[in-house]
């Protein structure tokens, strides 16, 4: 039999046009409708109860921990998320409202403020300022590679998981940077730009094959290490730099010194994380130690490249061409916002000869966004449902196997506190007023996760262990599944 729910409230699910009926503002896609929430804790922050499946079918299958209030679950999606995530979550019942753009700060501070699920890609910074105002935030999902645009450290100590997308994009990125050294080799866009304005201009001075010229890749991981076998199958010698040693991939050669790699490449392609190392690692004396009439792509972050740099080095013709896919500012949304307010060298810029420009589409593709929908959708579902925070990148990873239909009277724990010294016991001696049937715990730097399933607790008794565990010193942040 399976028991009462204990909702207030109508258990009824939204329709989707309730979900998606409110007025739309100018970049609205849907949004929420306000509900009174059903669910005694959700308010309170992080505390969600599950509802467990009818035991008619009782067996050792996994039971599905999903919330028993999955309305209450609020996720705001910025900067046109992919549908496969939008279906993921409607799913579960799950309140989406979703915008085509990345907010203003104003605007994100005031839609952050009661939401339980962020989805960004790399124009929304998610700084201590922003997160500050996140009341009940329980996870963000970066729907790309990238995380260097959230304040992961600040979101872990606020009990708030990060989830990305290692690779799904990064097969898009290649194939983009392997065009663009084919158009550079031709100077292809500068010959459309051209017949696009009337002139037939008909030359092969400085245009060559890719074949048997030498591409340096910067940073050989997911993205390098895929252009570095697309490059070879054109006939390039691929040679690369990392600042860990990496195995080769076909007949690549690693190179001891970023000065090696410049000094030897015909093109050089640039494919590493923001970082501190990285913020201006491509400037004047890197450009000078790049051979005559070579070229340089970068499709990995905008402040990896001085552009006022790479302006005078185009202008002197040491560097032949240059493809540019990140900028250090970029547009909060499409239109005619690529201008100098942005950045102050943009007229300059967009002068040069043989640059080919595009905005941040690297991983913009239907096979990569679908991908990557599907798979931080499913992450972030795990996470609000089961607690797994395998794949965060500022969590422990932790995870528990399911519960089964046949445990009866279960809570699932998770706990995420302070790494400090005696805090298990403490909440040991909670837990230990019930069964612990098992728990796993790690931790990472100042924060700790432990998932924990207690048999022997009644649903009267929930609120109680939440309390408990809510008042313990060292407690961040926690929710019980049930
Ligand atoms: N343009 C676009 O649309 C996209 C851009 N990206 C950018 O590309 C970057 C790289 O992506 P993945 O290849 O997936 O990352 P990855 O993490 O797989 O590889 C990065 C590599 O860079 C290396 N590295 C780090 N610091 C270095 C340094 N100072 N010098 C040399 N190597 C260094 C790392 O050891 C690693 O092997 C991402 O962090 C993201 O910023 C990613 C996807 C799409
Ligand atoms: O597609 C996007 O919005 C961002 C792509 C990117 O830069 C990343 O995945 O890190």
Not at 153 to 162: L, M, R, S, W
Not at 382 to 408: I, K, S
Request: charged content about 20%; some cysteine.
């Amino acid at each position: 039999m399976s028991r009462p729910i204990p909702i207030k409230n109508s258990s009824r699910r939204p329709a989707e046009s309730e979900i998606s009926s409110s007025p739309p503002s100018a970049v609205e896609v849907n949004s929420w409708p306000t509900y009174p929430s059903p669910s005694p804790f959700l308010d309170s922050n992080l505390a969600i109860f599950t509802r467990r499946q009818s035991d008619s079918s009782r067996s050792t299958v996994a039971k599905q921990l999903k919330p028993f209030a999955t309305r209450d679950i609020k996720i705001l999606l910025l900067e046109n998320i992919n549908q496969a995530a939008h279906d993921i979550f409607r799913k579960q019942g799950y309140q989406v409202e979703s915008f085509n753009t990345s907010l203003p700060v104003d605007q994100l501070i005031e839609k952050i403020h009661d939401v339980h699920v962020i989805g960004i890609r790399s124009k929304t910074n998610l700084t201590s300022q922003i997160l500050q105002n996140a009341r009940n935030l329980v996870v963000v999902g970066c729907f790309c590679i990238g995380t260097n645009q959230v304040n992961l450290e600040f979101a872990a100590k606020k009990g708030i998981a990060v989830f990305n997308s290692p690779f799904s994009n990064s097969r898009s990125v290649a194939e983009l940077v392997l065009a663009e050294i084919v158009c550079l080799a031709r100077q292809l866009c500068e010959r459309s730009m051209e017949m696009h304005q009337g002139t037939w201009n008909k030359v092969s001075a400085h245009c060559s094959e890719i074949r048997g010229k030498t591409l340096g890749i910067v940073g050989y991981g997911h993205i390098g290490s895929q252009l570095s076998v697309l490059a070879e199958s054109m006939g390039m010698k691929v040679i690369y730099y990392d600042v860990v040693p990496l195995m080769a991939l076909g007949t690549a050669k690693q190179m001891t010194s970023l000065n090696c790699l410049l000094s030897l490449a015909d093109f050089v392609s640039l494919h590493v994380p923001e970082l501190a190392e990285t913020t201006n690692m491509i400037g004047q004396p890197e450009l000078a130690a790049m051979q005559q009439g070579s070229y340089i792509i970068n499709a990995s972050r905008g402040h990896v490249v001085q552009i006022p740099a790479l302006i005078d080095a185009m202008k002197s013709g040491h560097i032949a061409g240059a493809a540019l896919d990140v900028y250090p500012n970029e547009p909060v949304a499409n239109g005619p916002l690529f201008t100098s307010q942005l950045n102050s060298w943009t007229e300059d810029l967009v002068h040069l000869k043989n640059l080919i420009l595009s905005p941040h589409i690297g991983g913009s593709t239907e096979e990569a966004q679908s991908a990557i929908g599907a798979e931080v959708g499913e992450a972030i579902v795990r996470y609000v449902n089961e607690g797994a925070t395998t794949g965060a990148v500022n969590f422990p990873e932790v995870r528990l196997r399911p519960l089964t239909l046949e445990e009866d009277n279960h809570a699932r724990v998770l706990h995420v506190h302070q790494n400090v010294p005696g805090v298990l016991r403490t909440v040991n001696e909670i837990l230990s007023e019930h069964n612990v049937d098992k728990q796993f715990s790690d931790s990472r730097g100042p924060i700790a996760y432990l998932m924990a399933d207690v048999s022997n607790v009644s649903t009267n008794e929930i609120e109680n262990l939440y309390k408990k565990l809510t008042a313990t010193p060292y407690n961040i942040a926690t929710r019980l599944l049930y």
